[in-house]
């Protein structure tokens, strides 16, 4: 059993920043590799940004310059830095993790094995 826990989310005025941390416990050795995802009320998942275990990121297009993924493998940690938020980044943060090695489509849920329960994240205008 693997638990994934986050932190980090509250409320932010547009152009501050926050961190996201997500913590994995259990089952975590040989992960692939973890990533984010967000969900805005009324809308679809969306896939942030993720990180393999060699280093190598993915991020969606509307944070690029904006976020940066990072990992501490010894801790089993992830983090989400987020710079120059926008009321548009309002949205629960979920974290998730990935075990196989094989072909990796980042950006697609089901690619993922574990869920966190989110962290809300507010930006006003």
């Known amino acids: 059993q693997v638990q994934l826990?986050?932190?980090?989310?509250?409320?932010?005025?547009?152009?501050?920043?926050?961190?996201l941390s997500c913590a994995a416990s259990g089952r975590t050795f040989s992960s692939y590799a973890m990533g984010w995802f967000r969900q805005a009320p009324g809308k679809e998942s969306e896939f942030v940004a993720a990180?393999?275990?060699?280093?190598?990121l993915f991020y969606t297009e509307s944070v690029k310059g904006r976020f940066t993924i990072a990992a501490d493998n010894a801790k089993n940690t992830v983090y989400l830095q987020m710079n120059s938020l926008k009321p548009e980044d309002t949205a629960v943060y979920y974290c998730t993790i990935r075990w196989d090695s094989g072909?990796?489509?980042?950006?697609?849920?089901?690619?993922?094995?574990?869920w966190g329960q989110g962290t809300q994240v507010t930006v006003s205008s």
């Open 5 to 19: 826990v986050e932190s980090g989310g509250g409320l932010v005025q547009a152009g501050g920043s926050l961190r």
């Open 51 to 56: 990180i393999t275990r060699s280093g190598t």
């Open 103 to 114: 072909t990796y489509y980042p950006a697609r849920q089901d690619e993922y094995n574990y």
